[in-house]
């Protein structure tokens, strides 16, 4: 069960993370993030997702059946992502998401260009 959570418009949801420093302390917990899709690498048997939250950028992790989820989604659509956080020394924020949902809940603006 997630700790924090937040109340709109009469349904539960979970809180989103605002900051890498707040998920620092969360290491091996549920947590659930929302963030805007900023970079999708895709290298086959693993996808990272870099997603912008509230302050800061996170790497998330799908692997197996959970790249699936990248089905559908494109850099700038608005994410949320449940998973749990990991320690990862070798990225910039010295932690990651491994998903395990991710769900599309807007997409990004997009304009047509004549």
Do not use: Y
């Not at 990272?48 to 939250?53: S, Y």
């Not at 910039?92 to 990004?108: F, M």
């Amino acid at each position: 069960m997630i700790k924090d959570q937040w109340q709109a418009i009469g349904e539960t949801k979970d809180l989103p993370a605002r900051d890498v420093d707040g998920l620092k302390s969360r290491v091996g917990e549920p947590v659930a993030v929302t963030g805007a899709l900023h970079k999708i690498r895709n290298i086959g048997q693993i996808v990272f997702l870099i997603v912008r939250t509230f302050r800061d950028r996170l790497q998330v992790v799908l692997q197996g059946e959970g790249i699936k989820f990248i089905e559908g989604i494109e850099e700038g659509d608005f994410l949320k992502i449940d998973g749990r956080i990991i320690v990862n020394n070798k990225v910039r924020e010295g932690i990651e998401l491994i998903a395990d949902r991710v769900e599309k809940l807007s997409g990004a603006c997009r304009e047509d260009v004549h």
